[in-house]
């Protein structure tokens, strides 16, 4: 994973399963007890997990303590991206994978390998895009 783990690694896995907990006890219950449709079920997820990870992972994690709407406008299109490319590409691989299951056997499947694809690409953009320190200009 792009050279060896660093400790914001960890931190971003000790961050991740606090946002996992909630965002996906959010988003099963929305998907399999209130019926909503599986985009608006994970999208629950991370509208509510991503508001915890931008602070937690911004202060915590990556130690930034810059003031900028450039940041988090950033953290929003990169979450959005992250988002829609785990989620679909995990939904078309689990409909192709299993065929012959039921769609909410698909569905929940493709949600939990949505949730593993989303955290890989989600660390990389967050170290080194939204939250990466700027260097100073060598004089």
């Known amino acids: 994973m792009l050279g060896h783990p660093d400790k914001t690694?960890?931190?971003?896995?000790?961050?991740?399963l606090i946002n996992t907990a909630l965002g996906a006890s959010?988003?099963?219950?929305?998907?399999?007890?209130l019926g909503l449709s599986y985009w608006l079920s994970s999208a629950a997820n991370y509208i509510v997990g991503s508001t915890l990870s931008y602070f937690l992972n911004k202060y915590y994690t990556f130690q930034n303590n810059e003031h900028s709407l450039g940041m988090i406008f950033k953290f929003i299109l990169?979450?959005?991206a992250c988002y829609f490319l785990a989620y679909y590409l995990a939904?078309?691989?689990?409909?192709?994978?299993?065929?012959?299951?039921s769609v909410s056997t698909r569905d929940n499947i493709a949600l939990?390998?949505?949730?593993c694809l989303f955290t890989y690409?989600?660390?990389?953009?967050?170290r080194f895009f939204v939250f990466a320190k700027k260097r100073k200009k060598l004089q």
């Open 121 to 126: 690409m989600n660390y990389l953009g967050q």
């Open 26 to 33: 959010v988003m099963f219950v929305a998907y399999n007890m």
């Open 91 to 101: 939904m078309k691989m689990m409909y192709w994978l299993l065929a012959a299951s």
């Open 9 to 16: 690694l960890y931190k971003f896995l000790l961050v991740g």
């Open 112 to 115: 939990l390998c949505g949730m």
């Open 78 to 80: 990169h979450i959005a």
